[in-house]
């Protein structure tokens, strides 16, 4: 198994950080302009170019510092599992955040990990109150 990992240090308290990756709403914000609350409660659909690819995420555990959702739909990341931890240092936090389960080290996979290093600094820039569009719009990147 393989797993994907960043750690980025945000200046906003777990209280501002936590919305942003616990919800539809949130992951608008930052990641992808399609995202809708799913069908059953505690999941959520993210749309990418124009909805030709949809990944479907179900809430699994949680405590007030920690998300994991486990992806139930989309290209290889079928059964992997996203997971966010919040560690407060002092005035900021510190994002752990682990994409695992992946079955190999494939070119998807190091493509993915690209794009979570830009994810991760949308993410710190909306916690901290700057304003990024997410990096998926409706009809692509954002770039």
Known sequence: MADIRHLIQINASVERI???????????????ADSVEGESEGSVEL????????YRLRQGEQTPNEIAW??????????????FRLEPTGKATLLHFTHGGWNEETEYFVTCNTTWGELMYRLKAAAEGKTPVPLFTMDGLAC
Do not use: I, Q
């Open 18 to 32: 936590r919305p942003l990756f616990s919800s539809a709403k949130g992951f608008s914000h930052w990641w992808a």
């Open 70 to 83: 486990r992806c139930d739909r989309g290209k290889e990341w079928n059964g992997t599992t996203l997971h």
């Open 47 to 54: 749309g990418f170019f124009s909805r030709s690819t949809v």
